[in-house]
């Protein structure tokens, strides 16, 4: 069986505007095994992932259980786990991260707060937690969704693991399963797509300079797929950017598959971009063993700046 990550290589379809859109992120540890619903179908109270899933969806962000690379065994006796709060927004990224004893504790986050990135607020409500430096990658792993997820993601992992230890996680989903092995760094939320171990090692020191790497971009999280295929462009028509110079004022709807985005750099600058849909032929299965389908690709032009 050709593998659909095989052949979305094969074929180039682009990466830009592929990425999940979260302008933040919930991540919490759970070891075990997960289903392709991981939230609803792991070790984790089904009835909490619900609820977490729920307010992820109502306050536009993101929940995503981690596990630690190699082995994850689930003892189901109550134990401390890791957990992060990231906010994604350019100029105004954090980072929380702590242990909690019970994470059922998880459902009174203030969720508006970490909606606004208000992080005093969030401090204020799970004290437990404390601002850390150092970005997190995380690692799409998920077997149960996606055969290519766990053979090339966790090779990934397993690469990774010595170079960055303590910082690089496995994770249950970040779609994509035809780019990967795909992975997120947080808390800019900038996603990546067919990433080996040396890009991915370095994808991890440019940030931790603020620096921003081009190589397998998806997208930033904090915008919509338009948005994200517009900063993509203009971050491949400048080059050598930092991590938070771009952010997408608006997107503007022009067509049904057509759109007008603002992107501003942090200098003043700015450029309008016309964001297109096009369909990418031929048909191409977008995870492994599902039928041929017709994906969309974003396209965007970058005009001279004013």
Not at 129 to 158: F, I, S
Request: hydrophobic share 40%; with cysteine; proline share 7%.
């Amino acid at each position: 069986m050709t593998l659909c990550s095989d052949l979305g290589r094969e074929l180039a379809e682009p990466l830009a505007g592929t990425a999940p859109v979260a302008a933040w992120w919930l991540v919490v540890e759970q070891p075990g095994p997960w289903g392709a619903k991981a939230l609803t179908q792991s070790h984790l109270d089904a009835a909490l992932g619900a609820s977490l899933d729920a307010a992820a969806g109502e306050h536009g962000g993101r929940v995503a259980l981690v596990r630690r690379p190699r082995w994850h065994p689930d003892t189901h006796y109550p134990a401390a786990r890791r957990v992060w709060l990231a906010g994604t927004t350019p100029g105004a990224t954090f980072l929380l991260g702590g242990w909690l004893t019970s994470v059922d504790v998880l459902r009174s986050l203030p969720w508006a707060a970490l909606r606004s990135g208000d992080v005093d607020g969030l401090l204020a409500a799970r004290p437990e937690l404390r601002h850390e430096d150092e970005p997190l990658l995380l690692v799409c792993t998920n077997g149960r969704r996606d055969l290519c997820c766990a053979a090339k993601g966790r090779q990934l992992v397993a690469d990774l693991r010595d170079d960055v230890l303590g910082r690089v996680w496995e994770t249950t989903h970040l779609g994509g399963h035809r780019f990967a092995p795909t992975a997120v760094l947080l808390p800019h939320g900038v996603a990546y797509g067919r990433m080996d171990d040396k890009l991915a090692l370095l994808l991890v020191e440019e940030a931790r300079a603020g620096r921003f790497l081009d190589d397998g971009y998806r997208g930033r999280s904090t915008f919509d797929r338009p948005g994200q295929s517009a900063e993509a462009a203009v971050r491949r028509v400048l080059g050598d950017t930092g991590l938070d110079d771009l952010a997408v004022s608006s997107v503007v709807s022009v067509a049904d598959t057509a759109w007008r985005a603002v992107v501003e750099h942090r200098d003043g600058r700015t450029w309008t971009v016309a964001v297109r849909a096009e369909e990418q032929q031929p048909p191409r299965p977008e995870s492994c063993g599902k039928p041929p389908v017709t994906p969309i690709a974003y396209r965007a032009d970058v005009p001279v700046p004013r």
